[in-house]
C-alpha cells in the first residue's frame, strides 16, 4: 500500500497494511498547524527558509507572475522533452568540493496550496536538480502531479540562497519512473549551473546524497550501490536503484551523486519492512529500503525522443452525456484519493449538476453526481439542502460506494441544520449496523443527544466508544476522539472560571461577571472558513437579544491584530472580544482544551453550560429558549 509521507493528519478509518513492507514518497507537506513539536529547539535558518519560500510565493502568485497549477499539469501528458546537458564529468571530487558544487544546483521544489481549514498559503517541500542550461530541472513526477485533496495554486523552486522562482512549464514526465522535467523562469537570476548526468554505477559504487529531510535543508549522506532491481506496475516496467544514503521526508527529487559530481540517480521513495505486519499493527522494523529512479530511465526523458507509451485498449471517444459530466467536475475542482472525494465547489458548478442530474436521470455518473452534489452543498454551508440531497442519493443508491460516509454527512448535515432527531434516528441505524465502528460517527451521535438535552445518555455514550476504541486495540485514535468529545462533555456542567483582558475596550472579561445573562463564548479566527460562514447566525441573534440579557464573548485564536480590527469592524461584530496574539495557546483556548474550530458554548444565567457547538439557526432558537427560560435581567456592559 502507497501513501506519501507528510503531517496532514486527516482520517476517517483505520487504514489496513496488507504487505510485509510499506511503501512511502519521499516528499513532506509543511502542516497547517503542528500539533506537538518534537524538539523544542528551533533551527532558525531552516524556519526562516520556510518562511521566506511561503512569503515569496505568495507575492509571485497575488502579482501574477506564478504560472497557475492547471495550467502547469498540462506538461504531464509529455513523455519526453530534449535538454541540453552538460559533460559528463570524469575528474573525482574531494567530499567539501562536492558538496560545494552540488548544493548550487540542488534546489527545494514546492507546490503552495490553500488548505480547507484556514485561508492561509502552506507548502510542499520536496526536491530538484538542476540539469539543463537554460534552467531545466530534474525533479520526481509525483511531486509535480500532487495529491488529490490539496487546493494547489502552482511550483515555485528556491535555490541555496533563498531565492525563490517560479515554475514555468512541465517539459515532460513519467509516471512509471517517477520522473520529470521542469523549466524555471530564469529571467532576473543568473544562469543556475547544472549538474552533468551519469550513467548507473556498479553495485557497491560509492554515491552521495544531496537532500532535505524534514526540513534539514541540503544534509549530505554517503552510501553505496546496494542493487538494481525491475519493478512492474499498471504504468509499465521500470528499473530501480536501491541505495544505502540515508534520506528522509522531504527528499523526493533529491539528486543521487557519483564522486565526480554525476547525476547518477533521483531520490523516489522509502519501503519498509516489518518482521511481522497485520492488517492492525506493526512489529520490529528491520529494514528500510532506499529506492530511486536510476540514471538509465533519467536519459530517455531527456533525449528528445518520445517513450513507447503502455500498450493497452485504445480509451473510446467520451459520449456527450460523460464530456459534461466530466466538464462538471473539472469545474467543482473534483479530487479523488481512494474512495474519497474533494472539491471546491461553486454555485454555478452546483447549478450546472442539478441540470445534469435532470438531463440525464438514468446517467452512468449518476451516484457520482448525487453524491457530488451532497458533498458541494455541504461545503457551501447549505446543510439543510445537503442533507436532502444525501437523501437523494441513499435513497437512489443504499448500497453504494459512497454509502456509509454519506449516512454519517447527512446526520451532520440535519444536527447543522437543527434537525437533532432526525439526525439521531439516522444515526441509530447507523449504529445497529456497524456496533463495532462507532469512532466512525461518535462524534455526530453524541451532539444529536446533547442538542436533545439526553446530557447524561450522551456521557455514557461517549464513555462507551473510548472503552470499545480502547479494547479494539485502537489506542492511537482515543486522544483524538477525546479531543472531539471535550466540547460536549462540558454540557450541563458550570463554566470554567476565567478573567483576561477585554480587547478594543477597556477592563477585563470576569466569567463571573457574566452570571445573569445567556452567553455564548464562541472560539474563532479570521482565517477559519467555517467560523467566518457563522458569522451571519452570530450577528442576527446578538441583534434580536442583546437588549434581553444576551451576550457574545469572542476568542479570537488570529495572529494579526491589524486584520482582526479591521475584520471586527467591517463584519459589524459589536460584542465583546478578547485577544492575545497566540494563536492556539491562546489562555481561554488553552483552557478549554480548543484543538478545531469553530467550537462555541451556550451558558445559561446561572453560569451553566447548556450546549455546544451550535451551528446556524440552533444558534437563535437556543437562545431564545433559555431567554425565555429564567426571568429577563439587565444585560451587563
Known amino acids: ?69 492547471a495550467k502547469l499539469q498540462t506538461g504531464l501528458n509529455r513523455n519526453s522533452c530534449k535538454v541540453k546537458l552538460a559533460k559528463p564529468s570524469t575528474k573525482a571530487l574531494a567530499g567539501a568540493d562536492l558538496y560545494q558544487r552540488s548544493q548550487q544546483s540542488v534546489l527545494v521544489i514546492s507546490s503552495l496550496y490553500y488548505c480547507n481549514r484556514c485561508t492561509k498559503l502552506h507548502a510542499t517541500l520536496a526536491g530538484g536538480v538542476v540539469i539543463g542550461s537554460t534552467g531545466e530541472v530534474l525533479t520526481n513526477d509525483h511531486v509535480v502531479r500532487g495529491k488529490p485533496d490539496q487546493k ?54 560509492p554515491i552521495r546524497v544531496m537532500s532535505h529531510p524534514d526540513k534539514h535543508f541540503y544534509h549530505f549522506s554517503e552510501g553505496i550501490i546496494a542493487r538494481y532491481f525491475a519493478e512492474a506496475g499498471s504504468t509499465g516496467r521500470t528499473e530501480v536503484m536501491s541505495i544505502t544514503a540515508d534520506y528522509g521526508r522531504g527528499s523526493s ?7 565526480n559530481g554525476n547525476v547518477v540517480g533521483l531520490v523516489s521513495r522509502t519501503s519498509s519492512l516489518y518482521y511481522r505486519q497485520t492488517s492492525k499493527k ?35 471517444k467520451a459520449s456527450p452525456e460523460t464530456a459534461t459530466y466530466r466538464a462538471i467536475e473539472t469545474q467543482l475542482q473534483v479530487r479523488r484519493r481512494g474512495t474519497l472525494v474533494f472539491a471546491r465547489p461553486t454555485e454555478a458548478g452546483v447549478d450546472r449538476l442539478e441540470a445534469f442530474l435532470k438531463k440525464y436521470p438514468k446517467s452512468a455518473h449518476r451516484e457520482e453526481a448525487l453524491y457530488v452534489r451532497g458533498l458541494s452543498l455541504w461545503m457551501l454551508k447549505k446543510y439543510d439542502q445537503a442533507a436532502v ?9 443504499p448500497e453504494g460506494k459512497h454509502t456509509r460516509l454519506a ?73 483524538r476522539m477525546q ?47 467555517p467560523c467566518v460562514a457563522e458569522l451571519p447566525h452570530l450577528r442576527e441573534a446578538h441583534e434580536k437579544f442583546a437588549d434581553r440579557g444576551f451576550q457574545i464573548v469572542s476568542i479570537s485564536l488570529d495572529d494579526n491584530q491589524k486584520s482582526l480590527d479591521s475584520f471586527i469592524a467591517r463584519e459589524n461584530m459589536n460584542w465583546i472580544h478578547h485577544y492575545d496574539g497566540k494563536k492556539w495557546k491562546n489562555e481561554i483556548a488553552v483552557l478549554f482544551d480548543v484543538h478545531s474550530i469553530p467550537m462555541n458554548l451556550l451558558v445559561d444565567r446561572q453560569g451553566i453550560v447548556r450546549a455546544a457547538n451550535l451551528r446556524g439557526a440552533a444558534v437563535v432558537r437556543r437562545v431564545d429558549e433559555l431567554l425565555k427560560a429564567s426571568p429577563k435581567t439587565a444585560p451587563k456592559k
Not at 51 to 56: K, P
Not at 295 to 313: D, E, F, N, W, Y
Not at 416 to 436: C, I, N
Not at 505 to 514: E, H, K, P
Open 152 to 205: 494547489r495554486e502552482t511550483i515555485v523552486a528556491m535555490t541555496a540562497d533563498g531565492t525563490v522562482i517560479p515554475v514555468r512549464e512541465i517539459l515532460a514526465s513519467s509516471r512509471r519512473d517517477d520522473l520529470a522535467v521542469l523549466r524555471l523562469d530564469t529571467k532576473r537570476l543568473k544562469s543556475l549551473p547544472a549538474l552533468p548526468l551519469g550513467t548507473n554505477p556498479r553495485p557497491g559504487s
Open 389 to 397: 440531497a444525501y437523501r437523494v442519493l441513499l435513497d437512489s443508491f
Open 407 to 479: 449516512r454519517i454527512r447527512e446526520a451532520a448535515a440535519l444536527l447543522f441544520s437543527d434537525q437533532p432527531q432526525p439526525a439521531l434516528d439516522r444515526l441509530d441505524e447507523l449504529m445497529a449496523d456497524h456496533p463495532d465502528t462507532p469512532e466512525t460517527y461518535g462524534r455526530e451521535r453524541a451532539h444529536a443527544l446533547v442538542l436533545l438535552g439526553r446530557q447524561k445518555e450522551a456521557r455514557d455514550f461517549m464513555d462507551h466508544v473510548e472503552s470499545q476504541m480502547l479494547a479494539a486495540g485502537k489506542d492511537r485514535l482515543v486522544p
Open 1 to 69: 500500500m502507497s501513501r506519501h509521507i507528510n503531517a496532514r493528519f486527516t482520517t476517517l478509518v483505520l487504514a489496513g497494511f496488507l504487505f510485509s513492507t510499506t511503501h512511502l514518497p519521499a516528499q513532506e507537506k509543511t502542516p497547517a498547524r503542528p500539533t506537538q513539536p518534537t524538539n523544542r529547539r528551533i533551527r532558525v535558518d531552516d524556519q526562516d527558509r520556510v518562511q521566506t519560500l511561503v512569503r515569496e510565493g505568495e507575492k509571485l502568485i497575488k502579482s501574477g507572475q506564478a504560472t497557475p497549477f
Open 483 to 529: 479531543m472531539q468529545f471535550a466540547p460536549l462533555r462540558m454540557v450541563g456542567r458550570p463554566l470554567k472560571a476565567f478573567k483576561v483582558a477585554r480587547h478594543g475596550a477597556d477592563g477585563q472579561i470576569d466569567s463571573s461577571a457574566l452570571k445573569g445573562q445567556v452567553v455564548l463564548v464562541d472560539f474563532w479566527a479570521t482565517w477559519c472558513r
Open 282 to 316: 506493526q512489529e520490529n522494523l528491520q529494514m528500510v529500503f532506499k529506492l530511486c529512479a536510476a540514471a538509465s530511465q533519467i536519459t530517455p526523458l531527456v533525449g528528445g525522443k518520445p517513450r513507447p507509451r503502455v500498450v493497452g485498449t485504445p480509451r473510446p
Open 253 to 259: 527529487g533529491c539528486p543521487v551523486l557519483d564522486l
